[in-house]
Nanobody
Framework: VQLQASGGGFVQAGGSLRLSCVAS????????MGWFRQAPGKEREFVAT????????SYSDPVKGRFTISRDNTKNTVYLQMNGLNPEDTAVYYC????????????????WGQGTLVTVSS
């Protein structure tokens, strides 16, 4: 499956952005989806994950309460609504998909998008 992330940009601290990730798969609803991010000089880290039907969702502690992951299986799309952004959220954001895994370890996801850059100024 191919993943195309979009929606990144430049925003001031306290602002909001919504990221989208469109999948090419005809059977999008068999994939668990995740969002990850990688800041300059740092390892890629988990942000949020959502199960195939959306019934199970989890977030990393730094984004809990500010970010919301959701999906629309009719549009083959997963979203990440990001509110209350701060400079520490600056990173390239990646979406990932896996048919069987829905956790926070990057190595367990089979498919990755190309990333979209989010820059938050103070």
């Amino acid at each position: 499956v191919q993943l195309q992330a979009s929606g990144g940009g430049f925003v001031q601290a306290g602002g909001s952005l919504r990221l989208s990730c469109v999948a090419s798969a005809r059977t999008f609803n068999i994939y668990n989806m995740g969002w990850f991010r990688q800041a300059p000089g740092k390892e890629r880290e988990f942000v949020a994950t959502i199960s195939r039907t959306g019934g199970s969702i989890s977030y990393s502690d730094p984004v809990k309460g500010r970010f919301t992951i959701s999906r629309d299986n009719t549009k083959n799309t997963v979203y990440l609504q990001m509110n209350g952004l701060n400079p520490e959220d600056t990173a390239v954001y990646y979406c990932a998909a896996d048919q069987y895994y829905t956790g926070r370890y990057t190595g367990n996801y089979d498919y990755w998008g190309q990333g979209t850059l989010v820059t938050v100024s103070s």
